[in-house]
């Protein structure tokens, strides 16, 4: 069976919508740790045949550094809200012909609580108890090594929760606690194949953030104001349906993608 961090790594809950296969013995931490240089996780039996080198670049890498030097805080709400900057990665490397699935997971970035004080975060005591990360499927999974390359990845529609009786498959969050978005890249055709397929996993430190239910810091606030004020004198010539959801950024930066 080839080596997967779903089945062998203790930090992972098993996926969701793989909840009626039989459990694996011992529970999750609640801290998934995250080592300084996370290692290649790809398969240890390329046994298929299949010669690929998936290659992921982080889009917007400029936007995610702004919020980055001042301490990205990401908003959750009881309802959802969507992750901004928006997750987008361009990925070459792949067999144009084999079918990959791609998905997200958010662990904790340590084992802290913080709170802002003096115009800076600080820790602010032991974090708490994480609820069981759910994984997020990309929609588009499973699609072919040509789509993903041609079309990149968008995990926009990614949407993150305070409320641990949620239900809609939302990834729920602990407020004022650090977190760091994993990329997982799956080659196979089917999701119930997932813990026997190859795969590679990405983590981009840049796009590490800190959980709020409200901005914390001014210079945050002050840069998605500014992002929000210049996109109303631009014309974008991408038509979309509105969504209430969405900062009105998005509409600007990352229209024109599904």
């Known amino acids: 069976m080839a080596f997967n961090p779903f089945l062998s790594r203790p930090d992972l809950a098993l996926l969701p919508f793989m909840g009626h296969l039989p459990a694996l013995p011992g529970a999750p931490g609640f801290f998934p740790r995250l080592p300084p240089d996370l290692p290649d996780m790809r398969s240890r ?150 813990p026997y397929s190859t795969f590679r996993t990405f983590v981009f430190k840049e796009t590490e953030f800190i959980a709020v239910t409200a901005y914390q810091n001014e210079k945050v606030c002050s840069l998605d104001n500014c992002l929000i004020f210049s996109c109303r004198f631009v014309t974008s010539s991408v038509t979309i349906p509105f969504d209430s959801q969405l900062p009105l950024v998005y509409f600007n930066i990352f229209g024109a993608f599904p």
Not at 62 to 81: A, D, P, Q, Y
Not at 112 to 141: L, Q, T
Request: proline content about 5%.
């Open 45 to 194: 039996n390329d046994d298929d045949g299949v010669q690929d080198d998936p290659q992921v670049e982080l889009d917007d890498k400029e936007l995610w550094n702004s919020f980055n030097s001042c301490g990205t805080e990401m908003v959750i709400t009881k309802s959802g809200r969507r992750i901004f900057p928006a997750f987008r990665v361009k990925i070459s490397g792949l067999d144009k012909k084999s079918k990959y699935i791609f998905l997200m997971d958010l662990v904790p970035a340590d084992e802290c609580r913080y709170k802002f004080n003096n115009s800076r975060w600080m820790v602010a005591g032991k974090a708490d108890p994480e609820m069981p990360k759910r994984m997020y499927i990309h929609p588009d999974s499973p699609a072919t090594g040509e789509h993903w390359m041609a079309k990149g990845a968008n995990f926009h529609k990614l949407k993150l929760t305070n409320n641990i009786s949620d239900k809609q498959g939302y990834t729920i969050l602990n407020s004022m606690h650090k977190y760091q978005p994993r990329l997982h890249i799956v080659r196979c055709a089917e999701i119930m194949n997932l």
